[in-house]
């Protein structure tokens, strides 16, 4: 057997000398070394649904590959005598961090060269910037309600700016879309109280019904306030988050954001984003990178949910004013793991394709754990994103390091100490999104390429993939060859999918919710 893993493998090499059949027959092949090494390691189940529905302890079901781990260690390497509070203010979409690295000019024209190459690409006929997919883009801003209520840091937040209104209609408008549920000292009963259990469950169902596919539930106790709450809000360092002996959360206009000091919760959301899109990246990065509307619906009507309950959420659940780096939070409470290139994280059910956010609340809920799907330890073998990243700002190392990569030879403000990592240039990434086409209402390209690349952007429906995903949480020894299958097959994306996605036949929203059904027959 072993020559012939080492036959198939060296095969892989060559992508026309690999059919499907041929993989199939390997897979088959290698089937009594997967399966022992497999069994030694998982669960052991009677019949197919036992499998696919394993409760492997959570709230939430998830595959029965999936393995939990001690809280405080997730798959990635933490060394907590290190891990400070972050200082999200440095990322690569701050200008005044790209003036740092790049110089003043390079990121004063970042925006203009944007909209030059976008306009270059629709003059040339190039694929993915036709007539309708610059319509797709430009209508996918219309969002309908959640556009014009949002969230604050401390409550709800409302755009009356509806364009062709007049000021009446715009203040009318207003009073329908604030309509939100008196709470339960306004309407003269108890607020609700249930198990920490029973709230996780209750709040979990609650808010994959408006849109999150996996949850996550933590504590946030004192080392969570003292080394994971942000120290400040993304885009402006003088916008702090404190902590204060107050009962209620609230923030100052300008100024700061302020946590109650009291005992307090905090949850993580997975919201879908559509997969195929990806595919068509670069040319539909900026559309595939829109959840916008999912993650509006889930934080409005979840604030309106606990407000309902009587209980606060905090965080604004934006790009900007929320309370962690949410890498951080969904590797800690088990919605993901690590990536290589460390602009997402790899979710066992969804893969890369989904997007974050995380608030704190006064309900207590019972905490969920880091998991183990292997999917960090494949990015080790993998480096497809790495590979095919055109601002090459994803590490190639071998292994992760504790030391972090300098940017252009000056130390990187970007990362935090304090986690082993694969290194990534989160400036150089951003300067060549905007450069080609993700600036602005112009946001038709953008780059967004190693989401659609990435080795686990793949369907669920295929037997082979949840077989392949079940081999890699347990048996390390194939990922190279996994990570090699990935390319011979043509899995990634190109500008020409893009012109093709107008001929697929999809889910609605382009998303597959059965992936996390496991009752009543949605997925047989």
Wanted: proline content about 4%; glycine content about 10%.
């Amino acid at each position: 057997m072993k020559n012939t893993i080492r036959k198939v493998y060296q095969m892989s090499k060559f992508h026309s000398m690999v059919s499907r059949r041929d993989f199939m027959k390997f897979m088959g092949y290698t089937g009594m070394g997967v399966g022992a090494a497999v069994a030694a390691s998982g669960p052991v189940f009677h019949d197919l649904d036992e499998l696919l529905s394993a409760d492997t302890g959570n709230i939430q079901k998830r595959p029965w590959y999936v393995k939990e781990r001690d809280f405080y260690n997730p798959t990635v390497e933490v060394d907590w005598d290190v891990l400070k509070r972050p200082n999200p203010f440095h990322t690569g979409q701050n200008k005044a961090t790209c003036v740092m690295y790049m110089g003043q000019e390079r990121a004063d024209n970042q925006n203009k060269l944007g909209y030059q190459y976008v306009n270059q690409q629709i003059q040339s006929g190039a694929p993915g910037y036709s007539y309708l997919n610059r319509a797709l883009r430009k209508v996918n801003v219309t969002y309908g309600w959640p556009a014009y209520m949002g969230k604050s840091w401390a409550g709800n937040s409302v755009n009356i700016n509806w364009k062709g209104d007049t000021d009446m209609e715009s203040t009318n408008r207003q009073k329908e879309t604030t309509i939100y549920y008196d709470t339960p000292e306004e309407r003269g009963e108890p607020k609700w109280t249930g198990t920490p259990e029973e709230a996780t469950k209750v709040m979990a169902a609650f808010m994959r019904y408006r849109g999150s596919a996996i949850n996550g539930f933590g504590i946030l106790d004192q080392r969570m306030r003292t080394q994971v709450v942000s120290k400040s809000q993304k885009h402006s360092d003088k916008r702090v988050i404190v902590f204060e002996d107050v009962e209620k959360a609230y923030e100052v206009s300008g100024g700061k954001y302020v946590i109650p000091n009291k005992e307090l919760y905090y949850f993580v959301n997975w919201e879908l984003m559509a997969r195929e899109l990806f595919r068509c990246t670069p040319a539909f990065g900026g559309l595939a990178n829109a959840s916008d509307m999912v993650g509006d619906i889930v934080k409005a009507s979840t604030w309106d949910f606990l407000r309902y309950l009587g209980y606060q959420m905090i965080g604004a659940g934006s790009d900007n004013t929320v309370p962690f780096v949410e890498g951080a939070v969904a590797n800690l409470t088990g919605v993901c793991e690590n990536s290589r290139n460390q602009l997402y994280c790899l979710n066992p059910e969804y893969g890369a394709i989904g997007r974050l956010h995380s608030y704190i609340t006064d309900l207590p809920m019972a905490p969920t754990k880091p998991v183990d799907a292997g999917m960090w330890r494949f990015c080790h073998s993998c480096h497809k994103c790495a590979n095919t990243c055109p601002s090459g700002s994803i590490s190639q190392e071998k292994q992760p390091s504790w030391e972090i990569t300098p940017i252009k030879g000056k130390e990187s403000l970007i990362h935090n100490p304090g986690t082993k990592e694969f290194w990534s240039d989160g400036v150089g990434c951003r300067l060549f999104r905007n450069e080609n086409g993700g600036v602005g209402g112009n946001e038709i390209a953008g780059c967004q390429v190693c989401w659609g690349e990435c080795t686990f952007t793949v369907d669920n429906a295929a037997m082979v993939h949840n077989l392949i995903k079940g081999t890699v949480a347990n048996v390390s020894i194939f990922n190279g060859f996994f990570f090699k299958m990935g390319e011979t097959f043509g899995y990634g994306s190109s500008d020409e999918k893009s012109d093709e996605w107008w001929d697929l036949s999809l889910p609605v929203m382009g998303i597959d919710t059965t992936t996390v059904a496991y009752d009543k027959g949605y997925r047989k």
